[in-house]
C-alpha cells in the first residue's frame, strides 16, 4: 500500500477524499483546450456564484470572463467574487430566446439548481435539498442582442452554459452568433429533470450537428446519491476550424 492510498484511507474515515494533482479531468484540463483553441473570453451563463470563473482562474486561464447571473443573491457573491478582477465582469441577465422578464424558480441548494422550467419528480427525489423554495423575477436578454457590447473584433468565444434544462432556449437567442463561438461547454441530462429540458443525445445532435463543433470530453456530473445513476453530464465541445461569419441556417430556424 503506498503512502497516497494509507493516508487517503484514514481521511476517507473522516468524509474527506484525497487525489492527485490534477484530477483526472478538471479546470487544468479545461484550460489546455482553451490555450489549444486560443480562447481569450469565456462567456459565463448561469454563472451562479462564480464558481465556474474561480475554477478557471486558479487553473491558470488568464483571458477575459462575462458571467450571466440574474438571481440576486448568487449574484451578489458573485459580485463579490469578480470585485478586482479588471477582466471578469458581470451581467444581471438570464439568457433565452427572446427578450422579456420572466419568473425563474430558486431551488433551495443555494440557488444551483435554478431554472426557468419546472422541476420534476425525477430531480426532487434524487435530490429533495434542490427543491424549489420560491420565485424571482428576472430579466431576460437573448444573446445576439448582447453580442455587440461583449465581444470585441478578433476574440475567440468559448460558451459556457448551466441553465438547467434551457439550453436550447439560449442557443436560439444566440442566432448565428452561436457559429462564431470557437467552444462550447454545455450541461446535459440523461434523464429528464426539468419539464422540456434538453437531453443528452439532444445537445449532441444539436451541438455536433446544427453548430458544427467537435466533441472533446464528457465531464461526470449530478448522480443520484440512491443508487450512483449519473444523472447529468457535461458536453465539452470545439471548433476544429476558424467559424464562418454566416452559415446557413441560422440557429434560430435550426433548433425547433
Not at 462564480?50 to 477575459?64: Q, V
Not at 452561436?178 to 429528464?192: D, I, K, M, N, Y
Not at 455536433?208 to 449519473?230: A, I, K, N
Request: with cysteine; glycine share 10%.
Amino acid at each position: 500500500m503506498t503512502l497516497l492510498h494509507r493516508v487517503r484511507t484514514v481521511a476517507q474515515r473522516f468524509g474527506i477524499d484525497i487525489a492527485r494533482y490534477p484530477a483526472s479531468w478538471g479546470g487544468h484540463q479545461l484550460v489546455q483546450l482553451l490555450k489549444r483553441y486560443e480562447i481569450d473570453l469565456v462567456l459565463d451563463v448561469g454563472a451562479h456564484a462564480g464558481g465556474y470563473g474561480t475554477m478557471l482562474r486558479r487553473s491558470g486561464y488568464d483571458g477575459r470572463i462575462v458571467s450571466f447571473e440574474p438571481l440576486s443573491a448568487a449574484r451578489a457573491e458573485l459580485n463579490r467574487t469578480a470585485a478586482g478582477d479588471p477582466l471578469w465582469t458581470v451581467l444581471p441577465y438570464a439568457l433565452g430566446d427572446r427578450s422579456c422578464t420572466t419568473t425563474m424558480n430558486v431551488a433551495g441548494n443555494s440557488g444551483a439548481s435554478s431554472s426557468v422550467l419546472p422541476m420534476l419528480p425525477s430531480h426532487r427525489a434524487a435530490a429533495p435539498h434542490a427543491s424549489y423554495t420560491g420565485t424571482e423575477t428576472v430579466e431576460v436578454r437573448r444573446l445576439d442582442e448582447l453580442w455587440p457590447q461583449i465581444t470585441t473584433a478578433g476574440e475567440h468565444v468559448f460558451l459556457k452554459l448551466d441553465v438547467q434544462g434551457y439550453e436550447a432556449h439560449v442557443l436560439r437567442g444566440a442566432g448565428a452568433c452561436a457559429h462564431a463561438c470557437r467552444g462550447l461547454q454545455t450541461e446535459t441530462s440523461f434523464v429528464p429533470l426539468y419539464e422540456g429540458g434538453l437531453l443528452f443525445n439532444q445537445a449532441l445532435d444539436l451541438a455536433q450537428g446544427e453548430l458544427g463543433l467537435s466533441l472533446m470530453s464528457v465531464v461526470p456530473g449530478f448522480t443520484d446519491p440512491r443508487d450512483g445513476r449519473m444523472l447529468q453530464c457535461d458536453l465539452v465541445l470545439f471548433r476544429d476550424c476558424e467559424p464562418a461569419a454566416t452559415r446557413p441556417p441560422a440557429v434560430a430556424e435550426a433548433l425547433v
